[in-house]
């Protein structure tokens, strides 16, 4: 069935530390994972404005789940299917402010039926500034429609760019249920000295499923978070924190679930040469989940009122040379997650590599698993698996050729986590090979 473009976009206001706040705008980003005190790249005065179009010819042995159609018992249909993606950024920078704004957009054709889909859709739009010397400012938000479902119970191991959307990666579709969901964040940072930063941030999530069903009820999801720093030295910093979430479920009988604790954190960068350097954090923290008297019931513990749970996160980079970088992202801790039935208590890393063996040739490998279960009942458990390998080849200074394997598996056993209507169990094993034109537009 075709589906409609989401036509609205939410706001996010994001806060820096001592020196103004600058996200990875138009570029890759200089540091695989988010750092204590928020920083990417630091841009430059200037506008940029990029531009690409990817045609793809794909191949799934589970041709329905890359549709978003399975049910459950459903035999697995392989076929092929050609797919258009089109991306856009634009970013503008000066001393004290930046405004980045993204967009991207997928179509399939599938071959067999002659039919036009659209695949997904999202935007995003973000401004930062400085509004003195030591407090920064910046807005952020993003709209998707039919948004990747599942794919938030990997870690990420990139940083996040002013403007970006929200990630919308058909690979994870589980249904063809028709969404537009939003996000929103905010932040404030102000430097107490050259060495400690003090910052509060805000978020809200929600997701509209068509005006809502008795079985696919709209959803939304809040939290906030205050974070103290202190660096030590030029490459060292420590962080403590606390945190607050909740969401509501009307799945699971209605009402929200709340949580909140406290964090620690610490983050070292060791300089191997001019080029290179490896870095490495990682944080600690408690989570205490209040339930609403509707669940206590379902608990594993009959009238239980609050849960409580040891979290964490890690990240690892290393420039292993000019061109390749090794990373990886952990993450334990309460997700709040739409296309599940409750909040899941997840343990989830992330593991990827690249680099350039020639000037023309660059090579990328990754792979993702995650564990988890209802924090109402520890009995429904799920796991999840990814990976993905892609080669690239410059054809022209505008055009390259790639072809790319992706693997993804999830098991809910006999659980009621997902949404009814959904498979509890789905596996699915791709090949795609294409052609992607990327320019710049706009340089000055």
Known sequence: MNLPLATAIGFVLTVGVNTPLVYAQSRPSDRPYRALFGRGHQGTSGQTLNVSATVMQAYDDNLLADAG????????????????????????????AQLGITGATAL??????????????????????????????????????????????????????LGDGQPVN??????????????????????????ETLQAVASYTFTDFFGGTSTRPDGSSYGGRVLFARRFGRHSAASVGYHYDSGDFALAGGGKSTDNGVEFGFEHTKVLSATRSARVSFGLGTSRATLPPQWRQTADQ???????????????????SRTGLLAASYRRGVEYILQLSQPVFVDGINVSAGGSPTRRVDLTIGAGYSSGASILQQSAQFDTYTADVRSSIVLTKTVSAYLEYVYYFYDFGTSALLAPGLPQKQARNGIRAGLTLSTPLLRR
């Open 108 to 161: 399939r054709y599938y071959n067999q039926i002659g039919d036009v889909q659209n695949a997904s859709h999202s935007g995003g739009i973000g401004f930062s500034a400085a509004l003195a010397k030591r407090t920064q400012l910046a807005l952020n938000g993003s709209a998707a429609y039919s948004p990747s479902y599942l794919a938030n119970l990997f870690p990420t191991v990139g940083n996040v760019r």
């Open 302 to 320: 009959v009238g239980t009122q609050q849960l409580y749970r040891v979290t964490g996160n890690g990240a690892v980079s290393y420039e292993f």
């Open 69 to 96: 159609s399975v049910s459950p018992g459903a035999v697995a249909v392989s076929g092929q299917y050609t797919m258009l993606q089109a991306a856009g950024d634009y970013a503008w920078s000066s001393e004290r």
């Open 170 to 195: 058909p690979n994870y579709a589980v249904n063809d249920v028709s969404s537009y969901s939003y996000a929103a964040s905010a932040a404030l940072s102000h430097a107490v000295t050259t060495r």
